[in-house]
């Protein structure tokens, strides 16, 4: 065992998963020599050659297309986006043909790859650098997205992600990438994806949330204990095909449910759990599906991200105020 | 390599000329063998038949959107002739001849156009070509992945990926030749340029005087060619393919051309273009000349030739017929392939649409 944080189990995934598997190699903006921006690659150039880990020319919508065909030769290319907000050129590879190919060659051409970037505000970034546009990827057929929350769940469900036959968005809260340390085994293991955690069980309500939330989602949780407020946290930690069964089953437990995200309200994430929730337990709820989420606002600049994030303050009370709801 | 045939001079190679003569002074060019001029040939006419085939069915009613070869096809039969059978072929969707070079069932062509994905299944291990790519200029970074992958394992394959003068102007264009350029990629671009993406005349898609002096910039060499000459094609495929497999990187080779139908069957071209100029480039058609060649060359008899295409026209009716019949995809067959195995949300959503359709399959 080591003591990890989110980046260095990243690190720790990809040097575990390149050692036993030749066919996987990394690569994107300053990924080889530099180890990443936030040294997510450093020292596999190091220990696997420039061949395995490199540097590529600057340009995302490349990345992702000449991974793309480097994993229908057969390769499993674990690939790099410095940040979320610079994912859009490679939008057209995305959905134009990473999602697609499977499908449209009836299986004989297939994309197993990983498209790994940090998202999530918080770190008084520069422009660009701090949205969480999940639900943007989650919306496209033929795409798994992942999000972990701890370093234990980060090196299982990356090598879960590179292990898989289809591609994977995997976005790392970079808010927590040193936040914290946990202890995570040194040899290879994997956690499904599709498979939603319950972090925490409880009896009164479904507190739903993933990524960079669950900082915010787990203190809240346990403020509330303090209160006598039994909640049931779960971690998603697979944003699609997310976790349904899980969902439902808590939500019949608690009769209760609050969906929390930091990206955009609209057509986001908790949209789609309480759409399932209002159909799937709607004779067991006690009070309407709620969602605490980022406003559908541009995300601010530093001097404004205050106005914008989730605080345990505001989980806190939510929570409070859906347990006193009358019907 | 092409050191006599820069097109930043104003060169262009031509081999074979319009009178089906060979230009016998290059002697630093190879050459088709008689056996593969007859092949290439041989499929030109299939390639010709079968396309004319597909418009007169889309007029019949019978044939949904098809954007025709026509005038075309020395692109794709020259260069697939000139590399291996499991080199990468990575399709833009004017390459028919270079399908059928590879031995590609002409009904598959024909599915794709009726609408059935299995037309887009060329099993990898057999055919290593990839399925025709419909946003413009998407795929040549596939090909450069392909090509890298070959390169890592040091299997000495390469990738010709192919795309079309209006392609040039897409992003991906300038991003997968200077990736390419950077890792030494075994891999050759090869542009049929046709003078128009859909009415968009050549000069209006970039100010550059040749799409192959492009190459320049990102650190290796481009040659224009005869696109109408399936010699030409073919020897500069064939060096190209050479300088990559010793691991001297990427090639651009402009093929000069023309497309003679319009951009699909939903496009009127007189629109947009002169009559004089197509009759013009009808005398430059790449099947007459190589007509011409063989028949000179003693490869092929007129009454042989005019076997050959009733022979072609069969074919064409038959694979047509197998692809009209071939069986409709399946409600099961609509999810199973988005992803190797069915989440349970999708494998909810499929008995849904199953109970919908009254139980269908």
Known sequence: MQALTIIAAVNDALMTEMQIDPEVVTFGEDVGVEGGVFRATV?????????????????????????????????????????????????NQIIGHVSRMRNRTRGTLTAPMVIRMPYSGGIRALEMHSESMEALFAHIPGIKVVI??????????????????????????????????????????????????IVQEGTQITLVSYGSQMKEAREAAQLLQQEGISVELIDLRTIYPYDKA?????????????????????????????????????????????????????????????????????????????????? | MFENYDPREGKRLQILNEEGQLNTDLQDMPLLTNKQ?????????????????????????????????????????????AIKSDDWFVQAFRELGGLLIREVPLSQHYLYYLGNEMGSYYERDKYHILPISVP??????????????????????????????????????????????VWKAPIIFYVQNNQYAISVPRHSQTA??????????????????????????????????????????????????????????????????????????????????????????????EKQIEKLRQDAKKQAVAAFEEADNFQKESLDNTFRYTFKSLPPIMAEQLEQRRQLEGGSR
């Not at chain 1, 289809?166 to 599709?194: C, H, N, S, W």
């Not at chain 2, 889309?58 to 025709?68: H, I, K, L, V, W």
């Not at chain 2, 495929?237 to 023309?258: C, M, S, V």
Request: aromatic share 10%; hydrophobic share 40%; charged share 25%.
């Open chain 1, 43 to 91: 020292n596999l150039q190091k220990k696997f050659g420039k061949k395995r880990c490199f540097d590529t020319p600057l340009a995302e919508n490349a990345i992702v297309g000449t991974a793309l065909g480097m994993a229908i030769a057969g390769l499993r290319p674990v690939v790099e986006i410095q940040f979320s907000g610079f994912a859009y050129p490679a939008f």
């Open chain 1, 148 to 197: 972990p929350s701890t370093p234990y769940e980060t090196k299982g469900l990356l090598i879960s992600a590179i292990r898989d036959d289809d591609p994977v968005i995997f976005m790392e809260p970079k808010r927590l990438y040193r936040a914290f340390k946990q202890e995570v085994p040194e040899e290879a293991y994997t956690i499904p994806i599709g498979k939603a955690r």
């Open chain 1, 246 to 327: 899980t969902i439902v089953d808590s939500v019949k437990k608690t009769g209760r449910l609050l969906a929390v995200h930091e990206g955009p309200r609209s057509f986001g994430v908790a949209a789609e759990i309480i759409s399932t929730i209002t159909k799937d337990a709607f004779e067991y709820l006690e009070a309407p599906p709620t969602r605490l989420t980022g406003a559908d606002t541009i995300f601010p600049l530093p001097g404004a991200e205050h106005h914008y994030m989730i605080q345990t303050s505001h989980i806190v009370n939510t929570i409070r105020e859906i347990l006193q709801y009358q019907p």
């Open chain 2, 37 to 81: 001029a007859l092949e290439a040939y041989k499929i030109m006419v299939l390639t010709r038949v079968a396309d004319e085939w597909a418009v007169s069915l889309n007029r019949q009613g019978r044939m949904p959107t098809y954007p025709p070869v026509k005038g075309q096809e020395a692109n794709s039969i020259g260069s697939i002739l």
């Open chain 2, 136 to 181: 413009i200029a998407s795929q040549l970074p596939h090909a450069v992945g392909l090509a890298y992958a070959e390169q890592y394992r040091g299997t000495k394959k390469i990738a010709i990926v192919f795309n079309g003068d209006g392609g040039t102007s897409v992003g991906d264009f300038h991003e997968s030749l200077n990736f390419a350029g």
């Open chain 2, 208 to 301: 550059s005087t040749t799409i192959a002096e492009k190459a320049f910039g990102y650190g290796f060499e481009g040659i224009q060619v005869d696109g109408n000459d399936v010699f030409a094609v073919y020897a500069a495929t064939k060096i190209a393919a050479a300088h990559a497999r010793k691991g001297n990187g990427p090639t651009l080779i402009e093929g000069f051309t023309y497309r003679l139908g319009a951009h699909t069957t939903a496009d009127d071209p007189t629109r947009y273009r002169e009559d004089d100029e197509v009759a013009d480039w009808i005398k430059r058609d790449p099947l007459i000349r190589l007509e011409k060649y063989v028949l000179q060359k003693k490869l092929i008899s």
